[in-house]
């Protein structure tokens, strides 16, 4: 079963690589819209991402953490273990409750803005 999943998971990785950079950018591009910190969430994916277990989610949640200032990542607990991972932004604050909204805020506006640029993609193509 160990090896089972770790070919799923190494696929998996393989097939959204692009797709969590095109993700990556529209999350961007969406911060910028919204007023939120470009520039942090750049450099919290250019300097940070890595230091997530996976290549890919890495990504969106360094650019999370970075736009809009806070410090992801850490210890986790899953399933009564506790699971060591890198932080992401380590510049950023704690978050609190109301992040939660402004994070919500920007996932609204990452997939709107993506919603469009398929749209035009397809009436393009």
Known sequence: YALFGRVSARLDDAANWLPARLGGLVTLAAAGIL????RGGWRAWR?????HPSPNAGIGEAIYAGAL??????????????????????????PAAGDVRRA?????????????????????L
């Open 104 to 124: 919500l805020w920007l996932l609204a506006a990452t997939a709107t803005l993506g919603a469009a640029l398929a749209a035009l993609g397809r009436w393009w």
């Open 35 to 38: 007023g939120r910190s470009v």
């Open 47 to 51: 300097q940070d991402a890595n230091h």
């Open 69 to 94: 200032g806070l410090r992801l990542g850490g210890a986790s607990r899953y399933g009564g273990e506790v699971e060591e991972r890198g932080v992401l932004h380590a510049v950023g604050r704690s």
